[in-house]
């Protein structure tokens, strides 16, 4: 019983951090010409703003970066970044957490098939008024 609630106590306190943000990954882009994508949207209250976009070479690496939200320019946003299937968007369960924008990369990995993949960024119950942002997804 005692590991079980240490077990418990310790994902409690991993989804905590993933919730502030607190641990940002840091990713080393590769050398050669990304192809890049911006999206801009403005979100209400309670709301989420999905961008979908195509990767055409397989084995390649996906970086997306809430690179710009606000007001105010503090704020913290959900963000994910998922496939496409059927038109809906599936974040990846690691994928995602909530960050304040920023230049360096929240999101983002390896060995990315060609395919449909999404970025949603959403209210995590913080927003008061519609909300701006900038996402940036870089595809090689």
Same mark, same amino acid.
């Given at each position: ?7 418990i106590a310790v ?12 641990? !940002?990954? $840091? ?37 997306? #970066? ?20 059927? !038109? /809906? ?8 957490? /909530? ?22 960024v959403f209210d ?6 519609? /909300?701006?942002? #900038? $996402?940036? /997804?870089?595809?090689?």
């Amino acid at each position: 019983m005692t590991q079980l609630r240490g077990l418990i106590a310790v994902a409690m306190l991993a989804i905590f951090a993933a919730a502030c943000g607190s641990s !940002s990954p $840091v990713f080393t882009e590769p050398t050669g010409d990304p192809k890049v994508e911006t999206f801009t949207r403005t979100i209400d209250v309670g709301a989420v703003g999905t961008d979908m976009f195509t990767v055409t070479e397989a084995n390649g690496q996906l970086i997306a #970066t809430l690179t710009a939200a606000g007001p105010p320019s503090t704020i913290f946003m959900g963000f994910s970044l998922g496939s496409v299937s059927n !038109s /809906v968007c599936t974040p990846f369960s690691d994928q995602s957490g /909530v960050f304040q924008a920023g230049p360096t990369a929240q999101l983002g990995g390896t060995g990315a098939g060609a395919g449909s993949y999404c970025v949603q960024v959403f209210d995590v119950g913080n927003q008061t008024a519609p /909300v701006t942002y #900038t $996402v940036t /997804v870089s595809h090689f």
